[in-house]
Nanobody
Framework: VQLQASGGGLVQTGNSLRLSCAAS????????MGWFRQAPGKERDFVAA????????FYADSAKGRFTISRDNAKNAVYLQMNMLKPEDTAVYYC????????????????WGQGTQVTVSS
């Protein structure tokens, strides 16, 4: 399984970025997908998840109202649209796949990709 994240970069506070994740080696349309992030010196945190058909999405409180997760099963891709970015959003963002979504906002993926750096300057 390969999950290749892209789209990170350096942006100013208030700007937007769209992260993409290209998946291969798994039955993409059957699996939930998600995004996590890890800031320097901190643990990796959940950001957002989406179920197999896009009908259910979960967001961390920090992402609600600003970030939108979506997927295109025809392209084996998942996206994270990030608006109104803040310096505290600075982190390496990881694409993740497989595994269950459960509870009200929990996601436990099977697979992890390499991250893409997002830096938000103040």
């Amino acid at each position: 399984v390969q999950l290749q994240a892209s789209g990170g970069g350096l942006v100013q506070t208030g700007n937007s970025l769209r992260l993409s994740c290209a998946a291969s080696g798994l039955s993409f349309s059957a699996y939930a997908m998600g995004w996590f992030r890890q800031a320097p010196g901190k643990e990796r945190d959940f950001v957002a998840a989406i179920n197999w058909n896009g009908g259910t999405t979960f967001y961390a409180d920090s992402a609600k109202g600003r970030f939108t997760i979506s997927r295109d099963n025809a392209k084996n891709a998942v996206y994270l649209q990030m608006n109104m970015l803040k310096p505290e959003d600075t982190a390496v963002y990881y694409c993740a796949g497989g595994g269950p979504m459960y509870g009200i906002s929990s996601y436990d993926p099977f697979y992890w990709g390499q991250g893409t750096q997002v830096t938000v300057s103040s």
